[in-house]
């Protein structure tokens, strides 16, 4: 249920230069959310669907959301289910992310700064 959300977090965050991450989504339940972000340190104390602001999140949904400081940006655009791939390029020096379906970008958004985490 989206009343009982769960975040984990990377051990290592980025600043600086271009990172690749993705995950392959095995499984999720009926009525299910996943959502593939970059946030501050201590986003893994979320429990929000979606990340508030306090966590500069900037992530995509299995639900096709893109999420920015705890607002939905863009929805409509291609969901996730089981056995897809769910990535991000992140590109610090310019500051933009984009995310990847099954390694085809499907989205990006600009405004990447600071120390953010894989999450």
């Known amino acids: 249920s989206y009343l ?3 975040t ?3 051990t290592s965050g980025f600043s600086s230069g271009i990172h690749y991450f993705e995950v392959r989504i095995n499984f999720v339940k009926l009525g299910g959310y996943i959502c593939l972000c970059l946030g501050t340190h201590d986003i893994h104390n979320n429990t929000a669907v979606y990340p508030p602001p306090k966590y500069s999140a900037f992530g995509y949904t299995t639900q096709g959301e893109m999420i920015r400081q705890g607002e939905i940006v863009a929805d409509g655009l291609p969901r996730v289910v089981a056995g897809d791939d769910l990535g ?3 590109d610090f020096l310019s500051g933009l992310i984009i995310f990847y379906k099954n390694r085809h970008p499907v ?6 700064k600071g120390e953010l985490y894989p999450a």
Do not use: I
């Open 4 to 6: 009982n959300s769960h």
């Open 8 to 10: 984990s977090r990377g």
């Open 88 to 90: 991000y390029r992140a």
């Open 107 to 112: 989205a990006e958004m600009e405004g990447l």
